[in-house]
């Protein structure tokens, strides 16, 4: 391909990324599919694609379509260990974020709710939420009707119910809720805890470190979710064994929701992120298994050093 081929499609690669990221909530399996997507555009015969963006966006997401419905994948999440790989505030993988639907979209907890979906459901919920397509638009991707792609979006919205919430988190917010909540978790009172939690706040985690045998540890109610973030935040030395170390503990901005950073040796080793809805934090999500944990740490560390919550845990 001449440069100016190559630079098309590169001019698209982060809108792509970003929609193979909210199809597959993985960042690796997103840059493999965007790959692909790239030896695709490198054999075909571009003469005859008449938009690019719009043979790319189709491209991508019948990639990603497939390997949702391979075989490996869905057993893979069909074991109760997955959970999307978060992403630091910044990357250009986390795409718009310019309405409440395209922040919301990228959630955890939506991309934990939209293993609910089935491939074709979760593309059109994608399109259409996170990136404004029409019904016309998303019927010529996945060559499906418009009547189709109407009943598909209705059927998603039903399954991913929310309670809106148009509260953006930048840095300060985010420093501002996480500040409150490690004190809460560092206190030793679960009741400090529930007083932050909404009265349906529910927790996950992947236990990574815990013989758990795979499954992720699940906490649903406020008096449990506190429970085990006050037995979390209670610092021994299998605890510092297992993370490497004495971690600082950071806040941040992880897929668009207020996060706690534990780092050793300026390498994040686990994450906690705090779904907040009306001031309260509704959802909490910890990840320490170090699959899930490379591009976020990648990013962190290019990013410019913060003061740090905790200096040693």
Known sequence: MDTATVARFEASRNRLAALAYRLLGSAADAEDTVQDAFLRWQDADREQVAVPEAWLTKVVTNLALDRLRAAKTRHERAVGAWLPEPLLDGDPMLGPADTVEQRESVTLAVLVMMERLSPVERAVYVLREAFSYGHAEIAGILDIT????????????????????????????????????????ASGRTERLVALLTEDASGVSDGAGLRTGGKLIRYGSPERVAGAVRAGFTPTPSKRRLAGGTPSIHAAVVNRCPALLFAVGGRVVGVTVLEVRDGKVSGVCGIADGRRLGRLDREWQGAEADSPIIEAW
């Open 146 to 185: 418009e009547a189709a792609s109407q009943q598909h979006l209705h059927r998603a919205r039903r399954r991913i119910s929310l309670s809106r919430n148009s509260f953006e988190v930048d840095a300060e917010s985010a420093r501002r809720i996480v500040e409150e909540f490690v004190q809460a978790a």
